[in-house]
């Protein structure tokens, strides 16, 4: 895969979800802010992806160090933003349906998420801010 279509990808999905999560703000729209999750786990994939393969050009070639370390800078701010509109797809879930979504254990549980094919952003009451589980009480 080719590093500038890798970027693009990653910039054009991080620049759609910001838009999604705004359009969803608007229009109070649970069900929109919840398929930012899912969209979320693409992005992280896009930007392994690139720092695998911009690693290994800079191996490859010294001078390609300083190019390849901008370019992991800018996927991984690229990848932040995508995050960052999950965390307002998160507050729209809870704005439109009164349940708190807990980012933290949406990802501790991936690699069970995709083999146990359930859906993404899947809802964890909590009554702290994150910080406890109800059934923890």
């Known amino acids: 895969a080719c590093l500038v279509g890798s970027e693009m990808c990653i910039r054009d999905r991080a620049m759609s979800m910001v838009t999604d999560s705004i359009d969803s703000f608007v229009e109070r729209d649970d069900a929109k802010a919840?398929?930012?999750?899912k969209r979320d786990d693409e992005v992280d994939g896009l930007y392994e992806s690139?720092?695998?393969e911009s690693l290994t050009h800079m191996m490859e070639d010294p001078r390609n160090i300083g190019a390849g370390a901008s370019f992991i800078l800018v996927a991984r701010y690229l990848e932040r933003i995508a995050d960052h509109a999950c965390?307002?797809?998160?507050?729209?879930?809870?704005?439109?349906?009164?349940v708190r979504t807990d980012p933290y254990e949406r990802k501790r549980r991936r690699p069970e998420?995709?083999?146990?094919?359930?859906?993404?952003?899947?809802?964890?009451?909590?009554d702290g801010y994150y910080s406890m589980h109800?059934?923890?009480?």
């Not at 965390?87 to 009164?98: H, K």
């Open 34 to 37: 919840r398929n930012l999750f």
């Open 134 to 137: 109800l059934d923890e009480k």
């Open 50 to 52: 690139i720092f695998r």
């Open 113 to 126: 998420r995709e083999s146990a094919d359930e859906p993404a952003g899947e809802m964890t009451s909590t």
């Open 87 to 98: 965390n307002i797809g998160d507050r729209v879930v809870f704005m439109a349906t009164g």
